[in-house]
């Protein structure tokens, strides 16, 4: 059922799939995720339009930026996502999804690519770790079924 009301932030967050999109696994220390959703313009105004601005859709990205614990025992982790951007090869089974993962709910999911991948270790802190994912390809927006 979906979630109605004010959706609690907890509930939303960053899922990975590494098998094309069957199954995902939420990025379980992670404690903070963020969808950004742009659309580029082109300007098409001309002297027919009297002064007023004309534009058109051009290109459409999606990033998802993510931070959270360093923990190398989650099944999808700081480790994983590491290793990942260390390959630096395109991997067409690998998938990002933003969403709260209840059925009925929506969600955003595209093909990623990890653009920037950190490590913090500060004195007497928690190891954390920051993440950011890129479109290529479609941007896709659907019910969780």
């Not at 300007?43 to 360093?70: C, H, M, P, W």
């Not at 059925?103 to 490590?119: C, R, Y």
């Amino acid at each position: 059922m979906a979630t109605t009301g004010n959706v609690k932030a907890n509930l939303l967050g960053l899922y990975i799939s590494t098998d094309g999109g069957t199954t995902y696994t939420l990025v379980g220390s992670a404690n903070t995720a963020t969808l950004s959703i742009s659309n580029e313009t082109l300007d098409v105004t001309t002297k027919a339009n009297s002064g007023a601005r004309s534009l058109l859709y051009g290109l459409q990205s999606a990033t998802i930026t993510a931070e959270g614990f360093v923990k190398y025992d989650d099944t999808i982790g700081s480790q994983q996502l590491r290793s990942v951007a260390l390959g630096g090869t395109d991997d067409a089974d690998y998938q990002a999804r933003f969403t709260t993962g209840v059925t009925g709910d929506k969600e955003v999911v595209f093909d990623a690519v990890i653009t920037s991948f950190e490590e913090t270790a500060a004195v007497n802190e928690i190891a954390t770790f920051s993440i950011t994912l890129e479109n290529t390809g479609p941007i896709t927006e659907a019910a969780v079924s």
